[in-house]
């Protein structure tokens, strides 16, 4: 396993930050979901979410915000951590309320508006991640171009797909994960939400011998960086080129419809990755001299190569532009 923590890297930035997100989904019972774990040092701040999209097509949600004086020894905020074991498996746990909404793109409105939701839950979640591959490097085998563009995005960043097993309780649900596949990453450095431009980011599983994850950041002048990996047949394959066949929005520009990849391995191989998305949490991002951006979760549904039946995280960042 790579080192866990990274504080003694952290630069006189403000906003560098070590962050741990998970995400996972369950095809037998139409459940996915999906947390993240930051943490500011220079702040003494940490932040945690946990958005569900649930079977009925509503979704719930947590977030927190608070004082975190060390992340060195205990990955947690309030009642979220993300537990690391010595035998390279995490645990994933949760006890709290989160609260609903019948609209997955109202979530973020609720503080403005809380006739939005729907009803409020107790969750509690207990999840053990058992991986299938070896951990996964970005910048090991990004180009010094990619690696330029991408510093507003982390410096370093791991990734690794596993099998899920645990329980999941939603009010008076309890549902039981077996072997549901997941994925986690893990990065550190400065993350620039409304000037590292527009990204895209696909966690995509088929099945325990094919998986892939692409990642785009397109600057304001066209510049691409690039990284990501395949995973088949039981290695991982670096992902060398990444192009934008196509990238449908709605009429405002900034929520996703569909997209299609054209993207060349290491090995030489040429692939094309279709995707559609589903239902959309938008979260917005506003910096102190009014720059937007709005980052999307949700869950998509993929084909690579002709091969359908893939699912996974549909993830886009787009910057607002200023009217």
Known sequence: MEPITHPHLCTDNSEWNESYYFVFFDKKNNLGGMTRLGFKPNKREGMTFLFLFLPN??????????KVQNYSHSLQVGKMSH??????KW????QGNIIIVKNPEDLPKVR?????ISEIQQVKMDLIFDPINDIYEYS???SPESLKIGKK?????WEQIALINGN?????NNYFLENVFGQRDHTYGVRDWTGVGNWLYYVVWFNKNLAINPAVIITENGQFSIGGFLFKDGKNIPLVE??????????????PISSELKILDAQGFEHILKAVVGSIIPIPFIDSEGNQSILVQSMGKFELDGLSGGYGSFETLRRVKKS
């Open 57 to 66: 097509g509503s979704a719930g949600g947590f977030q927190l915000d608070q």
């Open 83 to 88: 537990n690391y074991q010595q035998n390279s």
């Open 91 to 94: 645990n994933y746990r949760f």
């Open 112 to 116: 403005e508006n809380p006739d939005l």
């Open 140 to 142: 090991e085998n990004m």
């Open 153 to 157: 995005a982390g410096d370093r960043h």
């Open 168 to 172: 999941l309780e939603i009010g008076d």
């Open 242 to 255: 990444i192009s934008i066949v196509d990238q449908q929005f709605r009429e405002d520009g900034i929520l």
